[in-house]
């Protein structure tokens, strides 16, 4: 295919178009504000109740954030028939459970990524949600933004040709209080930054067919740093890396045989990418400004809502197969690395 003379524009629909949901956020921390603060900012979606662990920590959560319901379980927010979707946000080691929860209930889920700790258990979510008849999906918010649609497009075309490398990277600087220092929660990298590089190869090159990796344990009992190489039958090959220790620029290319794909900006979030001819003679700019999640969470949020309100059961912009393949990558890094995590704790309803 020749080097096209335009990028082609997003089809993702402004979010304050999407029908407006009832929603019920299971789980009180960092990510549930954050997409609290971004839906109400740029979308319709009615944020009407939180779940906790005890009423004290619900009432808390719904006087900061003006929710009208508070419930002092996770068992009676799933119970909570006047909502139209349950978002989990809490630790990844109880995804499991409290997305199990949600499904026997009846209701629509969003769950924060990665969807569980391992492809087994993500396995186990997805058959439930296929058995219940319900709307599931993972929050891996990067697929959902527009710039997305637009790879996703040049994708399609195969302007890239064939895609014989991925570089891709992710580091970020946590304190030590932080829970990814929490051997109890899954802690480390590779769950919290590494879904989305992983999830970008594997969206690539598939499940890879050979895979070598190293990590660097912390103190704390998790694991600090990691890199991997990874390759598909056809040899292509990636690479990924994250640690926990500072901040990297959070960059990625791919490298085909006609053209290459470069981030002018954090690849996973909202900002600028440059698709390039394989000679480096014709340059195509995807010009937005650099944003984060306030900007970024809202377009998932929108698409679980027309994707109910349409009676479909999963996100065009992350199928359920995408994620299984993510898990079963993520595994085959975990083994390779010696990463382990300890299994779902019992879930507090």
Not at 124 to 146: I, N, Q
Not at 175 to 185: C, M, N, V
Request: aromatic content about 8%; hydrophobic content about 40%.
């Amino acid at each position: 295919m020749s080097f096209p003379d335009h990028l082609p524009a997003s089809r993702v629909p402004d979010p304050m178009q999407a029908p407006t949901l009832r929603w019920g956020i299971l789980g009180s921390g960092w990510i549930a504000e954050r997409f609290i603060e971004s839906a109400r900012a740029h979308t319709r979606q009615e944020i009407a109740a939180v779940g906790s662990r005890s009423q004290e920590k619900a009432n808390t959560f719904a006087r900061t954030w003006d929710i009208d319901t508070a419930h002092g379980s996770y068992q009676a927010l799933v119970a909570d028939d006047s909502l139209d979707v349950i978002y989990v946000a809490t630790p990844h080691n109880l995804h499991l459970g409290h997305v199990r929860l949600a499904l026997e209930a009846g209701c629509n889920v969003l769950v924060e990524k990665p969807m569980g700790l391992s492809h087994a258990e993500a396995t186990e979510m997805v058959a439930l949600a296929r058995e219940k008849g319900v709307f599931f999906a993972e929050a891996l918010w990067t697929y959902f933004l527009p710039k997305f649609d637009v790879i996703q497009q040049l994708l399609d075309t195969g302007v890239l040709g064939e895609i014989k490398s991925v570089h891709t990277e992710y580091g970020e600087f946590f304190t030590r209080d932080h829970r990814i220092f929490k051997p109890a929660l899954a802690g480390g990298p590779l769950l919290d930054l590494g879904t989305y590089p992983v999830s970008f190869l594997t969206k690539l090159l598939g499940i890879p067919d050979q895979l070598v990796g190293f990590k660097q344990d912390d103190p704390s009992g998790v694991h600090g740093q990691l890199s991997v190489i990874m390759a598909n039958a056809a040899g292509n090959q990636g690479t990924m890396s994250t640690t926990l220790y500072g901040l990297t620029p959070t960059n990625a290319a791919v490298v085909g045989t006609s053209a290459t794909l470069r981030f002018g900006s954090e690849f996973n979030l909202p900002g600028p990418f440059e698709l390039i001819s394989a000679d480096g003679g014709k340059r195509l700019t995807w010009n937005e400004p650099v944003g984060r999640h306030y900007e970024g969470l809202c377009y998932e949020a929108a698409e679980v809502a027309r994707s109910i309100s349409e009676g479909r059961v999963e996100a065009r912009s992350r199928p359920l197969a995408a994620t299984l393949e993510t898990m079963a990558t993520l595994d085959l890094i975990r083994a390779a690395t010696g990463i382990e995590f300890s299994q779902s704790q019992e879930v507090v309803v």
